[in-house]
């Protein structure tokens, strides 16, 4: 991109997220300056060690002086608060936008606050690592994933189109909905699977009192798949389930008839159940590799020896 298309981009928040967005920009020149701050002194300083913004300042109010785009990269329960915080220091005509898994609550808890002339456009970039922290972002997190934007009503469309090309010029496929019904289309393929890998981990975690060992050492069995989704930030992740309260409940109800139609199979021995659903379940799996939103490579890629070791001695067939 030859010329910049935001001049000062201020970024609250410099975690995963909000420090993947800063390198990515950088990379791309999409912006000509980054400003940034974060709730904590050491993440600050973090984040000026790591040269990836060109000023670190302390105040939320202080990082969008100037700035024509505001991003939050935060919880999105914080949202509301620094939306107050950096309202009087907003400049006229700024695009102001975050980054929440949840968009209906962060539109009710920031939009009151947006000065008149300014522009609040909400985002999710549908993409993340169990990480978290200024360490733990890159520049190609974005690449070939969604970032969805869910522009209020009444949001001028220049506004939403500048965002856009903001998020294509970083590497993301954009589309735009309500904030409601990203919340329900999240509900189910975000906010439940996490609600059940946490669910999963939390049991045998119950269970490992007595049999621990046992289920770290066979965690290859298909358990240390739902760990790397409960490993996930437990702030970020509270706030998601209270600010997706409805949603989530719509679909846990939804999940639990089904989960009470594959007891009921299992019960009865019901394999043509069992069997029907699992081809379904698979084609899906097949379905969302095809278009590129997962590596086709056998589990997930993982390295695997390559070499099976030699033989013991002993074991060895007579006459070797
Ligand atoms: P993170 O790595 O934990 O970083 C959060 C950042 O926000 C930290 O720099 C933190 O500063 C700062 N912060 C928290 N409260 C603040 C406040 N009141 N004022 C200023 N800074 C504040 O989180 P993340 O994974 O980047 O997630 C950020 C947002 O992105 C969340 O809303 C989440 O829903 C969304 N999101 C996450 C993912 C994912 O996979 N992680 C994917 C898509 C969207 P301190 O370190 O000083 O506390």
Known sequence: MTTPLFNRMALIGVGLIGSSIARAARAQGVVRSIVATARSGPTRARVAELGIADRVVDTNAAAVDGADLVILCIPVGQCGAVAAEIAPRLAPGAIVSDVGSVKAAVVKDVAPHIPAGVHFVPAHPV???????????????????????????????????????????????VETMTP???????????????????????????????????????????????????A?????????????????LEMLGTFGEDLSKLTRAIRRGDGDTL????TRTRAIRRGIVQIGQDSDAPDF??????????????????GE
């Not at 699977?193 to 045998?204: D, N, Q, R, W």
């Not at 996930?232 to 989530?248: E, G, K, Q």
């Not at 069997?275 to 699992?278: I, K, V």
């Open 127 to 173: 993409a993340g690592t169990e990480n978290s922290g200024p360490d733990a972002g890159f520049p190609e997190l974005f690449i070939d994933r969604w970032c969805i934007l869910t522009p209020p009503e009444g949001t001028d469309p220049a506004a939403t189109d500048k965002l856009a090309t903001f998020w294509s010029a970083i590497g993301a496929n």
């Open 180 to 230: 409601e019904h990203h919340d329900l289309v999240l509900a189910i393929t975000s906010h439940l699977p996490h609600l059940i890998a946490y669910t999963i981990v939390g049991t045998a975690d119950e269970l490992g009192r007595v049999t621990r060992s046992e289920v770290l050492k066979f965690s290859a069995g298909g358990f240390r798949d739902f760990t790397r989704i409960a």
């Open 232 to 248: 996930s930030d437990p702030t970020m992740w509270r706030d998601i389930f209270l600010a997706n309260r409805d949603a989530v």
């Open 301 to 318: 890629g993982r390295p695997h020896q390559r070499k099976l070791p030699p033989l013991p001695r002993p074991y060895m067939a007579e």
């Open 275 to 278: 069997f029907d659903l699992f």
